[in-house]
């Protein structure tokens, strides 16, 4: 598929999906709604990836929506808030039901709507230079998706103070490590190349394996603490009998690298 908004590539094992509308801040406008979704799944469904991560053109990483573009298409208006108000959206891997491993790559500002890629991200590291922040109530907006899920991630404080501070100050990539909303910060330079290095060292492992913890994991967040476990006993047991068991282990006596099984 073409993508317009959207660079969609592969380099080994991991897939590439990058924000192209540098001009406006990689804003999401109609376009990019329908390519996110077509592109998470399209790098879902190739066997070959086993990682995907995500990144935006230029110097900024998400600004949220295109207000200006979608003032003027109102169809497509309709429709986000359509999907907003019944929690149908489509942006992110979570929301499309991704369980491939997802890594987020901020290379520069990450404000509102674009919160959301971190916030669904299963690992996120960062330039010095990203910035994160929550405009919503500065532009008379509720704060809701976004920090809901980064409270899971994060100290209930911190989001609290992005969410009401709003436009008027922005997290560093220093502090967010701190905060633990990302677990690497790197010199602008060197994120392309950190985030291809930790996507294939990711990627060496049994992908049937990774797909079951992290649905595992991301389950734990919406049960309580029984209910989650007996969850994931579930696709711990799940497991027993695939190849990739019996390989992992042969392969470590064998000082070789495993042959896992493509999913």
């Not at 540098?22 to 879902?44: C, H, I, K, S, Y």
């Not at 359509?82 to 790559?105: C, G």
């Amino acid at each position: 598929m073409t993508y317009e908004t959207l660079l969609v590539e592969r380099d080994g094992p991991v897939g590439w999906i990058t924000f192209n509308r540098p001009d406006v801040g990689n804003a999401m406008n109609a376009t990019m709604f329908g390519e996110l979704e077509q592109a998470w799944r399209e790098l879902d469904a190739d066997p070959k990836v086993r990682v995907i991560v995500n990144t935006g053109a230029g110097s900024a990483f998400q600004t949220g929506l295109d207000v200006v573009q979608l003032a003027r298409d109102k169809d497509a208006l309709r429709e986000q808030s359509r999907r907003t108000r019944d929690a149908e959206l489509r942006l992110t891997a979570w929301q499309n039901e991704v369980w491939k491993p997802v890594i987020a790559a901020v290379n520069g500002v990450c404000a509102g709507g674009g919160l959301h890629f971190v916030a669904d991200a299963d690992i996120v590291i960062a330039a010095t230079t990203a910035t994160f922040l929550d405009p919503h109530v500065s532009i008379g907006q509720v704060s809701a998706y976004e920090t809901i899920a980064l409270a899971r991630k994060s100290p209930m404080e911190a989001v609290l103070r992005m969410a009401l501070v709003g436009r008027y100050e922005r997290v560093t990539a220093e502090r967010a490590l701190q905060l633990g909303i990302l677990s690497q910060v790197v010199a602008p330079e060197l994120l392309h190349d950190a985030a291809q290095q930790l996507a294939e060292m990711v990627a060496r492992n049994s992908p049937a394996a990774m797909r079951a913890s992290k649905q595992a994991l991301w389950g734990a967040l919406e049960l309580g603490l029984s209910d989650a476990c007996r969850a994931g006993g579930q696709l711990l047991v799940g497991m027993f009998g695939h190849p990739d068991q019996a390989e992992g282990p042969l392969a470590f006596a064998e000082k070789r690298v495993p042959q896992w099984q493509e999913i």
